[in-house]
């Protein structure tokens, strides 16, 4: 069994910060990537950020400069530095997690539960 859980979310001004963390636990062999998807009212899910285990990245437009997402392979983790937050960055961030098991078997999803970003003043 392989879990990811998120934690971090909250209510934030207009132009505040938000850091969010997710760790992915269970018979994990290694993370090939992971990443932070969000999805506002009546939207659909999008890609925040994503990151591989080498360490590249990969932004959404709308995000980018603004936003940075690390990893730490060694406990599969990943988090999200979120500054200069807009209300229009408001939604669910879900943690997506890309998980080989120690049996070899190869998860390319594993979603948390998500954790809600709220920016309003």
């Known amino acids: 069994q392989v879990q990811v859980v998120e934690s971090g979310g909250g209510l934030v001004q207009p132009g505040g910060s938000l850091r969010l963390s997710c760790i992915a636990s269970?018979?994990?062999?290694?993370?090939?990537?992971m990443g932070w998807y969000r999805q506002a009212p009546g939207k659909e899910r999008e890609l925040v950020a994503i990151?591989?285990?080498?360490?590249?990245?990969k932004y959404t437009d709308s995000v980018k400069g603004r936003f940075t997402i690390s990893g730490d392979n060694a406990n599969n983790t990943v988090t999200l530095q979120m500054n200069s937050l807009k209300p229009e960055d408001t939604g669910v961030y879900y943690c997506?997690?890309?998980?080989?098991?120690?049996?070899?078997?190869?998860?390319?999803?594993?979603w948390g539960q998500g954790t809600l970003v709220t920016v309003s003043s």
């Open positions: 269970g018979s994990i062999f290694m993370a090939n990537a």
């Open positions: 990151i591989s285990r080498r360490g590249d990245t």
């Open positions: 997506n997690a890309d998980i080989t098991t120690l049996s070899g078997l190869r998860y390319r999803e594993v």
